[in-house]
């Protein structure tokens, strides 16, 4: 079961252990993945997985090690709770269940990251790297991920 986290400096400490973080840009088609080093500095792209494949998601965790989980929360502009926010609480159940119904321990944190304008950003540098549309669509969720793991990495630094 994903143990969500109130603060960053309440998952900085409940991922006390070492290992890499996870991070996910959840999308009601896709999800992006991103996977940190283990002295948690960078976060990667990873993969791009489809949103109703939870036994994939928990693969890449059991396979990776990983130790916390960051989700995009997608606040409206205002910082309000919309919709989007909705949908990705609706998710973080989904993968608490699949984790009771197959009996796999998932006792790790998880902390929601603000993720205003992150797809915004990673599809700029997608474009700045020249891919074409079409790539940047898939690329986009892992990239977007990378962008949410790492913001909560830098913040983690710097309490």
Known sequence: MLVLCKTINDFKKAIAKPGPLLGIDHG???LGVSVSDSERVFALPHSVIIAAQINALVDVILHKGIVGVV???????SGEVGSGCEAVDEFL???NNYAKKTEVD???PCY?????FTTKLSNTMLKQAKLKRKKRAVEDNAVAASNILQTALDVMKNL
């Open 28 to 30: 009601l088609a896709r």
């Open 71 to 77: 989700v995009g929360y997608p606040l409206e502009l």
């Open 93 to 95: 159940k989904k993968v």
């Open 106 to 108: 998932l006792q790790i």
């Open 112 to 116: 929601l990251q603000d993720e205003r």
